[in-house]
């Protein structure tokens, strides 16, 4: 009788230590989790290791839509990029529109080169001289913009 009660006392604070060392990894885990540690472990490109810039921009409106075309600058001891999405909005960042198509010669940036980024908003009459905002967003996630006016 004495044996088995020495055992079970044994196993209460085995099962004690033990639902300590859980309970402790479980709140670990989800404070990293959280906090946005882990999420940024099993990211292959941060967002940080990638720097462009427009340089310049046009918007020329007709007939047919508008036409942006950008000179994208990636800049020296960046990761190389490529352009996912462009935006055309007003100043008041109404947007005007959004395409995924685009003309990038090389299609991929790389550190320290220009690249010219071209898309058409089609449908999308402009008066010349409106105030535009281009928002360009790469793979990575990074959005750089560039406010210019519509020419004709």
């Given at each position: 009788?004495?044996?088995?009660?020495?055992?079970r006392?044994?196993?209460?604070?085995?099962a004690?230590?033990?639902?300590?060392?859980?309970?402790v990894?479980?709140?670990?885990?989800?404070?990293?989790?959280?906090?946005?540690?882990?999420?940024?472990?099993?990211?292959?490109?941060?967002?940080?290791?990638?720097?462009?810039?427009?340089?310049?921009?046009?918007?020329?409106?007709?007939?047919?839509?508008?036409?942006?075309?950008?000179?994208v600058?990636?800049?020296?001891?960046?990761?190389?990029?490529?352009?996912?999405?462009?935006?055309?909005?007003?100043?008041?960042d109404?947007?005007?529109?959004?395409?995924?198509?685009?003309?990038v010669?090389?299609?991929?940036?790389?550190?320290?080169?220009?690249?010219?980024?071209?898309?058409?908003?089609?449908?999308?009459?402009?008066?010349?001289?409106?105030?535009?905002?281009?928002?360009?967003?790469?793979?990575?996630?990074?959005?750089?913009?560039?406010?210019?006016?519509?020419?004709s």
């Amino acid at each position: 009788m004495w044996a088995m009660r020495l055992r079970r006392s044994v196993s209460n604070i085995v099962a004690v230590i033990l639902l300590i060392v859980i309970a402790v990894t479980v709140v670990t885990v989800l404070y990293m989790w959280l906090s946005g540690v882990i999420s940024l472990v099993y990211t292959n490109m941060s967002a940080i290791h990638v720097k462009v810039t427009i340089t310049n921009a046009s918007v020329v409106s007709n007939s047919s839509g508008a036409y942006v075309v950008t000179l994208v600058y990636n800049l020296p001891g960046s990761a190389r990029t490529s352009i996912a999405l462009g935006e055309l909005e007003f100043s008041n960042d109404t947007l005007i529109c959004s395409n995924s198509s685009f003309r990038v010669p090389s299609g991929v940036i790389y550190p320290g080169d220009f690249a010219k980024a071209e898309f058409i908003c089609s449908d999308v009459s402009l008066r010349a001289g409106t105030p535009v905002k281009i928002v360009l967003v790469t793979t990575q996630g990074v959005q750089v913009t560039y406010m210019t006016s519509v020419s004709s």
